[in-house]
Structures are given as structure tokens and as C-alpha cells.
Nanobody
Framework: QVQLVESGGGLVQAGGSLRLSCAASGRTASTYAMYWFRQAPGKEREFVAAINWGGTSTYYADSVKGRFTISRDNAKNTLYLQMNSLKPEDTAVYYC?????????????????WGQGTQVTVSS
């Protein structure tokens, strides 16, 4: 079992930055691949970024490539998402997700463990 708790969301102006965090608990949390997803109002949840268990490989959705950076600190059991050059279309609830397998594709719909989500709102 892995428990996930996101934090760091908020309101920011377009062009600004935010850093999301996801605290993971559970004896084997550091052995899981980790993901960020987001869901905007009226839209389906979509893949944002992925990182393997060791933090040596990452993968991004085209919509965030070059602006967002996923990272992890396994000593702290924490996942991060640094979001720069934010746009109004980045407004969504952001979720972290854990899955044993590392998938480097944007059609992956998520593993069994989800956080509760954190709201990110980007004003124009």
C-alpha cells in the first residue's frame, strides 16, 4: 500500500511558477514509478509527467515539455513537479500517482494509488 498526499497548489498569474509536492508513505514507496496527472473542469484526467523509481528517466506530455520538470527525492519519499511559464490552460486539479511499472507514454491512465489532488489556477 502506498499513500500519497499532494501540496503546493494555488493561484498564480500566467508566466509564473509553482512547485507541487507529493509525500508518499508506505514501506516500498521509493520502489514505485511515479506520475503526475491533471484534470481540468469538464475534461478527462490526462497524463502530465512520469519518473522511474531511481529518478534517472523522465517523460512528459507534449503540452508541458520544456516548462515542467518532474523529480523525486527517495530519501524523503517525496515527488515534485516544478511548473514554469504557466498558462491559463494549465489550470486543473493535479494528482500524483504510483505504479510498479514505469511507462514512458502519455496514454497511460494511472496506477492503483492516487493522492487527493491539489488545485492549480493560472489567471490570464
Amino acid at each position: 500500500q502506498v499513500q500519497l498526499v499532494e501540496s503546493g497548489g494555488g493561484l498564480v498569474q500566467a508566466g509564473g511558477s509553482l512547485r507541487l509536492s507529493c509525500a508518499a508513505s508506505g514501506r516500498t514507496a521509493s520502489t514505485y514509478a511515479m506520475y503526475w496527472f491533471r484534470q481540468a473542469p469538464g475534461k478527462e484526467r490526462e497524463f502530465v509527467a512520469a519518473i522511474n523509481w531511481g529518478g534517472t528517466s523522465t517523460y512528459y506530455a507534449d503540452s508541458v515539455k520544456g516548462r515542467f520538470t518532474i523529480s523525486r527525492d527517495n530519501a524523503k519519499n517525496t515527488l515534485y513537479l516544478q511548473m514554469n511559464s504557466l498558462k491559463p490552460e494549465d489550470t486543473a486539479v493535479y494528482y500524483c500517482n504510483a505504479e510498479r511499472t514505469y511507462y514512458r507514454n502519455s496514454v497511460f491512465s494511472g496506477g492503483p494509488y492516487w493522492g487527493q489532488g491539489t488545485q492549480v489556477t493560472v489567471s490570464s
